[in-house]
């Protein structure tokens, strides 16, 4: 971290120039997204966590248990209570009343409220598991892989 | 158990930290209660409900609950009734009582000698919804509406009169009247005659989800009862199951419950105060108010990470422990809360032409008594009962605190009570902050480190089977921040509860507003509402 700071000294360099404006680029892009938001259908969703395509839930349906309107469903696909084996997640969001209890529960920290656009027309409001993955480093690797194209 | 009974054995009432049940012959009701009512002074009558025990032909149990606030002691009469039975209505002893029983036939199909018609429900159900052996297929209709029939004219009203006014619609559509709400009112010109509150738009069998729910999860629902004071629902909920398994509390959480509560008693005095006074025409305190609203919220924000509804309440304990900078943003916060309401103050406290609009329809202490009115609104007409005094509970009997007192019972005593307790509940916030104790925030038996393998399949036992209450039968009750909010529970040894009551402030007041409005304006009659600040889902669960 100290080395970072070191080229902040130097105003003048070409690298420091092109640095600062990198991060200038960054805050005023996060802006723009944040007006994007309000304009979109968000909504507080109770994503899924996973890294590189594995899924962080281990299906022990302590979610379903405790939700006060009962809209999570989960299946599993073996018994080996592990990360990525879970079968299919399914929620109804028109009776999600957002209370933050599922993401409370957790012991793998797999749920979470994230602010995300969501379809909720479709499928009468049920959100399938394909929905509500939220992978971080997969979608850098979509992106790449479609510029390589 | 029979009056003579109750002349022999009166000794044993005298107890001033229990609740006494006694059972009384459904033929003696009238003559028990009268005589509780002249000669031992239980005036007011808090909560009347039943209870389906689903066992042979004495099923059903009806449950008078009453209060003698002079000496604050609290009774609870049983009767048995038998399914085809018909009970004497209580109506005449007191005023609230017809509001209850109406209820209590809508939907458990107990007869009264009264003619009650079904106000919840209409036609939309056939039988009875809180019966244990109701089934919900085939017997919703989803074209059903609710019955209104026209009252009678007034007796002293000439036959013009009859001509001229006329009944219609009126529905208030603004912030504080939370959920969907419809009057009829009676009206000339400008002037209303008269006005009926028509129950049933908002009505979601809350009680009757309660029973399919563990203790667990019923908490987040109970906090969507009132949005404004959605934390001290929660922490009553919370303090009733913890009452009932017998769980022990720590010093540091029993603090932090307590400075919750007290910032839900601000929040939601100052928010339906402030939108009182917009309402009235001060549109200058729009954006202060609003400022106010998102400063607290962020207080709570800091705290838990939830947005949207406040929430910490957990049973055995609190959510989590403060922050390091939590109690320096507190304080902050407190002093934003004392310069907005010095805002108010000059606003309104002195305005004339504003004071002379308010003086109408005071409510009389003996009135807001016989129509079980409680908490704030309860002082404003003189009476001098708090919970937190009375019965104090957690640590309220150490600090010092002052119970401000109106006269006259009218809109400008609402207002001038409200403003003074919240200065109150800062008194109170500022001396826990000066000593908060050290400790654990949760129950042994209840904190399990997430992160630990051992902890992780205790974790795992004890949500998936959740709490097992003891049979036992308990009411519970807490100074809401509009009255006194009370839980009886009824559990039969499972993780759910078999009955769950909640005692409601506004469910008597609503109707009691029939008997206050006598030809008043339009502008006037929305002072009134918005000095009550009801919630509609509060009143009909």
Same mark, same amino acid.
């Given at each position: ?45 109770? +994503? *899924? ?21 009962? %809209?999570?469903?989960?299946? $599993? ?46 499928? @009468?409001?049920? *959100? ?22 | ?33 009268? @005589? ?13 409900? %039943? ?12 449950? !008078? ?50 003619? !009650? ?90 009680? @009757? ?11 987040? *629902? ?62 200058? *305190? ?36 403060? &922050? ?16 907005? $309401? ?12 504003? +004071? ?18 409680? &908490? ?8 001098? !009962? ?28 609402? !207002? ?126």
């Amino acid at each position: 971290m100290i080395l970072h700071k070191k080229l902040y000294h130097k105003y003048f360099l070409p690298e420091s120039i092109v640095k600062k404006i990198g991060y200038t680029y960054k805050s005023l892009y996060s802006i723009f997204r944040k007006r994007l938001y309000l304009q979109e259908n968000h909504f507080n969703v109770p +994503m *899924l966590n996973a890294k590189n395509g594995l899924i962080a839930c281990n299906a022990c349906n302590l979610c379903a248990k405790v939700c006060p309107s009962s %809209c999570i469903e989960v299946e $599993q696909k073996d018994d080996s209570r592990k990360a990525g084996s879970v079968k299919a997640f399914n929620i109804q969001f028109n009776s999600c009343i957002q209370c933050y209890k599922c993401e409370e529960v957790c012991p793998e920290n797999a749920i979470e409220l994230r602010f995300e656009e969501v379809d909720v027309y479709k499928n @009468k409001g049920t *959100l399938t598991i394909d929905d509500l993955i939220f992978d971080p480093f997969k979608k850098d690797e979509s992106e790449a892989s479609s510029k390589n194209d | 158990m029979s009056v003579v009974d109750i002349e022999k054995n009166f000794n044993v009432f005298f107890n001033k930290n229990q609740t006494i049940k006694i059972a009384v012959d459904s033929k003696n009701v009238i003559e028990v209660l009268e @005589k509780l009512k002249n000669e031992y002074n239980f005036i007011q009558l808090i909560d009347l409900f %039943c209870v389906d025990d689903n066992n042979g032909s004495e099923r059903f149990r009806v449950i !008078y609950r009453l209060l003698n606030l002079e000496n604050h002691y609290r009774l609870e009469v049983q009767i048995k009734v038998q399914t085809d039975e018909t009970l004497p209505s209580v109506k005449n002893v007191f005023k609230n009582a017809a509001v209850y029983e109406n209820e209590v036939f809508d939907l458990y199909g107990v007869n009264f000698k009264e003619k !009650y018609y079904r106000f919840f429900t209409g036609n939309k159900i056939n039988g009875f919804p809180m019966r244990k052996d109701f089934e919900v297929k085939n017997n919703i209709n989803s074209s059903g509406r609710i019955d209104w029939q026209e009252p009678e004219p007034q007796r002293h009203t000439t036959v013009f009169d009859r001509e001229t006014r006329s009944w219609g619609d009126w529905s208030v559509q603004n912030s504080e009247f939370k959920g969907s709400s419809l009057f009829k009112i009676e009206s000339e010109g400008e002037i209303v005659y008269r006005l009926r509150f028509i129950p049933g738009h908002a009505h979601k069998g809350l009680e @009757k989800i309660l029973e399919n729910s563990t203790y667990h999860q019923s908490i987040s *629902l109970i906090e969507r009862l009132n949005l404004n004071s959605s934390l001290s629902n929660s922490l009553a909920w919370v303090k009733a199951v913890e009452e009932l398994c017998e769980i022990e509390l720590s010093d540091r959480s029993i603090a932090l419950r307590m400075i919750f509560s007290e910032i839900s008693r601000i929040y939601s005095h100052l928010c339906s105060l402030s939108d009182f006074c917009i309402s009235a025409g001060l549109t200058s *305190l729009i954006a202060p108010r609003r400022e106010l609203k998102k400063t607290i919220e962020e207080l709570v924000f800091a705290f838990n990470n939830h947005r949207g509804v406040m929430s910490v309440a957990q049973i055995g304990g609190f959510l989590n422990d403060i &922050g390091p900078q939590w109690i320096t943003q507190c304080l902050e916060v407190l002093k934003e809360v004392l310069n907005f $309401q010095n805002l108010l103050e000059q606003a309104c406290t002195r305005d004339s032409e504003w +004071m002379s609009r308010i003086d109408t329809s005071k409510v009389d202490s003996n009135f807001a008594i016989q129509w079980g009115y409680t &908490g704030a609104i309860l002082r404003s007409c003189g009476v001098s !009962y708090d919970i937190r005094k009375v019965r104090p509970y957690y640590f309220y009997s150490d600090l010092d605190f002052d119970v401000p007192l109106g006269i006259n019972g009218g809109i400008y005593d609402r !207002y001038l009570v409200k403003m003074e307790e919240v200065r109150q509940s800062v008194r109170i916030i500022s001396q826990i902050l000066d000593n908060i104790p050290n400790g654990p925030i949760m129950n042994k038996d209840y904190s399990f480190n997430k992160n630990d393998y051992a902890d992780k399949m205790d974790f795992y036992n004890f949500i998936n089977n959740g709490i097992q209450a003891p049979r036992r039968e308990i009411y519970s009750f807490v100074e809401g921040d509009n009255g006194e909010l009370g839980f009886s529970i009824f559990s039969n040894g499972s993780d759910r509860p078999s009955r769950v009551k909640i005692r409601s402030p506004y469910f008597p007041i609503v109707y009691s507003l029939e008997y206050l409005v006598d030809s008043i304006t339009f502008n006037q009659l929305d002072d009134l509402l918005q000095s009550f600040a009801f919630s509609t889902s509060e009143i009909e669960r």
